[in-house]
């Protein structure tokens, strides 16, 4: 099968105008999971029977080093999921980005993926002892599961967002919608229910707008080097 196109996984709609305003080049497709796995591995799976030459997981995720900050660029070399399972980001397309993501002074390591949104301190700091992952995120574990099952090589570009010293508030876990898109109505009305939540809501809204604005920044160099190494 020839290929034509790199598939892109994103959780969310801002990421994947994250992606557009990054990468305006025709050979890219790009799927809206709204953050959820097995949708993830729905789209992903349909993207590789379709030809994609790669599919690549890219979005912002929560932090779980201590050192991370909040719009640090993170290269995925490995998903862990719940389950246990793993899998490791291709080599080859590792390489071919590897002068890019020095430049962009990317870190490289192990992503968690997480069936459960991940929201509190404590919960970052159990999965970062328990398996060095330096961020979590709900959908490149199943993107990566349907590239093995297909063949096709994956690799993750994730930003941090919130950072793992902060919780999310209440507010915000319910603020996705299946498409992708943010519930801002629902959202500001439970932070109304608890105007206590405002601060932290406004901080989560300055770490995403980080993690997005490294995204646009970073991703132009990224996939023009995976579009070399992909010949596509």
Not at 133 to 138: E, G, H, S, W
Not at 148 to 164: K, N, S, T, Y
Not at 214 to 226: I, S
Request: charged share 20%; glycine share 10%.
């Amino acid at each position: 099968m020839s290929h034509s196109f790199i598939g892109v996984i994103c959780g969310l709609k801002s990421e994947a105008a994250a992606v557009r305003d990054a990468v305006q080049d025709k050979r890219l497709r790009i799927g809206v999971s709204g953050a959820n796995a097995a949708r993830a591995e729905a789209i992903a799976a349909t993207l590789c029977h379709e030809g994609a030459g790669a599919i690549i997981s890219v979005g912002v995720s929560g932090g779980l080093d201590p050192a991370l900050a909040s719009g640090d660029l993170i290269i995925g070399n490995q998903i862990i999921a719940d389950d246990g399972a793993v899998w490791e980001s291709h080599s080859y397309l590792i390489g071919a980005m590897r002068d890019a993501a020095r430049d962009a002074g990317a870190k490289s390591g192990a992503l968690f993926g997480s069936d459960e949104i991940i929201d509190n301190t404590s919960k970052k700091s159990a999965l970062f002892h328990n398996h060095n992952a330096l961020a979590v995120d709900m959908e490149s574990h199943g993107a990566a599961r349907a590239a093995a099952g297909a063949g096709v090589p994956f690799l993750a570009i994730r930003a941090i967002a919130d950072p793992a010293d902060r919780a999310l508030p209440p507010a915000a876990l319910n603020a996705v919608a299946q498409d992708g898109s943010t519930r801002t109505l629902a959202t500001l009305g439970a932070a109304l229910r608890d105007p206590q939540q405002f601060p932290a809501l406004i901080k989560l809204g300055k770490d995403s707008e980080a993690a997005l604005k490294t995204l646009r920044r970073d991703l132009g160099p990224l996939f023009d080097r995976l579009f070399l190494s992909l010949d596509l």
